[in-house]
């Protein structure tokens, strides 16, 4: 599940008639796994492009890498989970940590190697073609772990990949994770204006949610930040969360943030004062979360 803003393309294409739910407590199959790595491996080649690298991802993008940077020491072993096309995991190299990154979109891998190799990175970065339901393939130790715009939101079974995350983590290691959440204000205002109801409430599913993609599926969950903390409760501890792109425009809004861009940067403001406090922090497009390894 390719940790670039995949799901950004995604709602920019996304029609009434192409989302649909499972029930709320059915797996996900194989069959509907490898629908979403062909989404990825669909758009891969273009995913460094306007509409999946703006200004809005990069402004939550670089929330996300100073999180990590404070919360993990420098020289550190970190875990990339959906690296998309690497540009994260060149980030997290360059400020001189190790990295391993995964991506269950074998051409989303082909993209950070290749993004690796064009950097002079190798000896500090390995991407690898695996998924988060394929953890437990993994082997090695690793002082950190992050996802970047929701991979995790792809997770068939989160309780698995908490417990393979405790596994791969020191005692003490942290988990950085930015994932969608369910309640986006700004989507729901701008779905429900224009009158598409079931698009606006699309969140609101507690089951898999699957959301077309460049005539493909995306098999989608979408979490409140405690919810999707109780999977991992038996093994980290709690350390923080904030609301990403609350006050400010969601990423794929960008055209509305470039046509109004000094209202939309006092937004912005408003988010980095404000979007860690209580009830404004469950609310946003994504939310960012730190826990640690007990």
């Known amino acids: 599940m390719s940790g670039q803003p995949k799901l950004e393309i995604v709602r920019q294409a996304v029609s009434d008639a192409s989302v649909r739910q499972r029930p709320r407590n059915a797996p996900l199959d194989d069959a509907q796994l490898l629908e979403t790595q062909r989404a990825f491996d669909s758009v891969a080649a273009d995913y460094d492009g ?85 953890l437990d393939q993994l082997e090695g130790e690793f002082d950190g772990i992050y996802s970047n715009f929701g991979p995790l939101n792809c997770a068939p079974d989160l309780r698995a990949v908490a417990a393979e995350c405790a596994r791969l983590l020191r005692p003490g290691g942290t988990l950085v994770f930015s994932v969608m959440g369910r309640i986006c204000p700004w989507e729901l205002v701008h779905y429900a204006l224009r009158g598409r109801f079931k698009r606006a409430g699309v969140r609101a599913a507690r089951g898999a949610t699957a959301v077309g993609m460049n005539h493909h599926t995306i098999w989608t969950y979408y979490y409140l930040p405690r919810e999707f903390y109780r999977a991992f409760a038996e093994h980290f501890s709690l350390q923080s969360y904030r609301a990403l792109s609350l006050f400010m425009p969601p990423p794929y809004l960008v055209d509305y943030y470039r046509r109004r861009r000094r209202w939309c940067e006092r937004l912005g403001r408003l988010d980095d004062r404000l979007g860690a406090t209580p009830l404004l922090r469950d609310m946003g497009d994504h939310f960012l979360i730190v826990m640690r390894r007990r």
């Open 50 to 134: 306007p509409r999946g690298n703006n200004e809005l991802i990069q402004r939550m993008r670089l929330t996300l890498w100073d999180t990590v940077h404070s919360e993990v020491p420098a020289d550190a072993r970190l875990l990339d989970l959906g690296c998309g096309t690497g540009i994260d995991t060149v980030e997290f190299v360059r400020r001189g940590f190790h990295v391993v990154a995964t991506d269950w979109s074998p051409q989303m891998v082909e993209r950070t190697r290749t993004r690796v190799a064009a950097a002079g990175l190798q000896s500090r970065a390995t991407a690898v073609h695996l998924g988060v339901q394929q």
